[in-house]
């Protein structure tokens, strides 16, 4: 195997790949990423055995085959190579010689034919997404997957297809975020997705250029989120998820339409004194024009007044700032219209010009 490569490119490739690099794995072949030398372009390849990167890049191969490098040193190493053209040259025990200007290295690699293949997912069950909605999709949800193990499946988000309508939910226990896009397909499918790779997706499309559409395909066990010269490869999350439909109300006894900004900097200032008390909360007082947020600890205390039009009563209602905050940075509308039924019900934010997003999160109780 012999082939020639710019630094750039390929420090660019080996860092998307070694995302789904285990660096605890009893199987030695999986701290390194494959490499394969062919038709002009080289394919890379990192493997954890749930989370699977592959990507390809533009090469001079002036001899075809395939190795397995390991993935710590050598991203390190090609990372700080100057800017410029790398030889690398394979012999049949699996040697690397890597030539880059005046410097010359070898590392010792793994044959390329024992590293796992990637699964084969069959493209009838696939539809395509504007990568930028998606990336907003996961951008509006993420936050809101549960980190908690004990509850596997709220580790993952629910992705729902049916009649050209694409959900994305994520539920903790506390909070729950949907995000709704009308795609273009007649599949119906649900599937649950780890936290982990909707994460790794949307770092890798931020940090591309060029618009267009991501291809998602399924099977019963695994997800494939592909595009140009890279391929995104997940084990999906086994079991039932929460009928998030039977959690929202379906009524309201107070509806307030306020500022986001306004209310977000309020609540974020609130959140500075309620986070010097143990049990975190600040108080929302729903009345006439105005919410007034409240917050004390040992350290002091806080009163913030944001206007607001309200239609219906008035209420006071204990929440979690952090989980306030968190989807108040998340929506993009102007206003957001908040209802409530009661200060022990779950409270609903939706922005108010749009009905593609539901932030559903639960109160908490406040101190006397």
Known sequence: MKFKCQ??????????????????????????????????????????????????????????????????????????????????????????????????????????????????????????????????????????ISQDESRPILTGALLEIENGKFNMVAIDGFRMAIKRAIVKTELSKKAVVPGRTLSEINKILSQMDQKGDLRISFDDKQVLFSMNKFKVYSRLLAGEFINYNQILPNEYKALAYVSTDEFLTSIDRSFLMARENKNIAIKLEVKDDFIRIS??????????????????????????????????????????????????????????DSDNYTYLVLPCRISK
Request: aromatic letters at 6%; hydrophobic letters at 40%; proline letters at 5%.
């Open 295 to 352: 917050s004390n600890s040992e350290m002091g205390s806080s009163i913030e007044k944001v206007k607001i039009k309200l239609e219906g009563q008035d209420l006071e209602i204990g929440f979690n700032p952090k989980y306030l905050i968190d989807a108040l940075k998340i929506i993009d509308s102007e206003n957001i219209k908040m209802e409530f039924i009661n200060n022990v019900s779950p409270c609903i934010i939706r922005p108010d």
């Open 7 to 144: 630094q750039q490119e390929l420090s660019a490739a080996i860092n998307m790949v070694t995302k789904a690099v285990s660096s605890k794995t009893t199987l030695p072949i999986l701290s390194g990423i494959y490499f394969e030398a062919k038709d002009n372009q080289l394919r890379l390849i990192g493997n954890d055995l749930n989370l699977s990167i592959e990507t390809f890049m533009d090469a001079s191969i002036e001899k075809e085959g395939s190795t397995v490098i390991p993935a710590r040193l050598f991203s390190e190493l090609i990372r700080k190579l100057p800017n410029a053209e790398i030889e690398f040259e394979v012999n049949e025990t699996n040697v690397v010689s890597i030539h880059c200007m005046e410097s010359s290295f070898k590392l010792v690699g793994l044959p390329g034919n024992e590293y796992p293949e990637l699964p084969e997912i069959d493209d009838k069950n696939s539809f395509l997404m504007d990568k930028e909605l998606f990336s907003n999709m996961i951008r509006q949800t993420h936050f809101a």
